[in-house]
């Protein structure tokens, strides 16, 4: 079964790789690259080779000034190099359906957009697996992966919940929709939880803590739904409310 097979994943201790060699035997062996950080401009051969095992694997490379890396640099010496390993291997889309299915339910699924703060994403992960969530999906792009925070925060659902990274989250909507699945996304200016129907195949989208849900990818959903409030302040912190829509769904469900 491809879940059982997920389960099966490979735990990597969170930590920087440095220096051009180490970079590159990184990719080689086939470690999961969360960020790469490569200096600009520099064409030496063992950079384009790093450039290149990066592309293979559709790995985001930040070019960026030597200042930088000297800043993000744990031991000086970066080489114009510098990786950051994920802390668990991610789950395929494909993965988080057949998790629906070997469970026999209508797929349910959080899609983070652009959400960066570990403990946020961290919190989701633990609530997503309490409510029956049968997986996450973030973006490559702007936004956490899973780090060591992120899977100490999960309180080990991290264990159990898929998480998938792909490259473009309004293609990936699009695609899930094929599938059968409707979109629902959290904003202010959206109808009341309460009167849309969040039955069946159902993703909920969340956004960044700063600026919410991208428009772009709120164009692609088929509900924008809002958290009633009455307090004093205009928003709620992102993984609140995304325990809270999400057990919206859990309610209706039963």
């Known amino acids: 079964m491809l879940l059982e097979t997920w389960y099966q994943i490979m735990r990597y201790e969170e930590y920087t790789i440095e220096g051009r060699n180490a970079v590159l035997e990184a990719f080689r062996s086939g470690k999961t690259i969360d960020k790469l950080f490569l200096l600009s401009g520099c064409q030496d ?12 694997r559709d790995t985001i490379i930040n070019y ?13 010496k970066h080489q114009g190099a510098v990786a950051y390993a994920a802390a668990y291997e ?15 339910e209508p797929p349910f699924i959080l899609l983070l957009d652009n959400l960066e703060d ?41 264990n159990y919940t898929p998480v998938a990274k792909v490259t473009n989250l309004g293609n990936t909507i699009d695609e899930l929709k094929e599938q059968g699945l409707w979109f629902a996304c959290a904003d202010m200016e959206g109808e009341c939880m309460y009167n849309l129907n969040l039955t069946g195949p159902i993703g909920l989208v969340i956004g960044s803590e700063g600026s919410g849900v991208s428009r772009l ?3 692609k959903c088929d509900f924008v739904a809002s958290i009633p409030m009455k307090g004093d302040i205009d928003s709620l912190n992102a993984s609140v409310a995304a325990g809270i829509l ?9």
């Open 45 to 56: 051969g063992p950079i384009k080779s790093i450039e290149r095992e990066a592309r293979k």
């Open 64 to 76: 960026v000034a030597k200042e930088r890396l000297d800043q993000i640099s744990q031991t000086g």
């Open 90 to 104: 991610y789950a395929e889309v494909e993965d988080i359906l057949q998790a629906a299915r070997e469970k026999n």
């Open 118 to 158: 570990p403990h946020n994403l961290g919190a989701i992960i633990r609530t997503a697996n309490l409510a029956g969530v049968h997986g996450i999906i973030i973006p490559k792009r702007r936004a956490v992966g899973l780090t060591a925070t992120v899977a100490k925060t999960s309180a080990g659902a991290l």
């Open 217 to 219: 990818v709120k164009e």
């Open 246 to 254: 999400a057990y919206e769904v859990v309610r209706q469900r039963r």
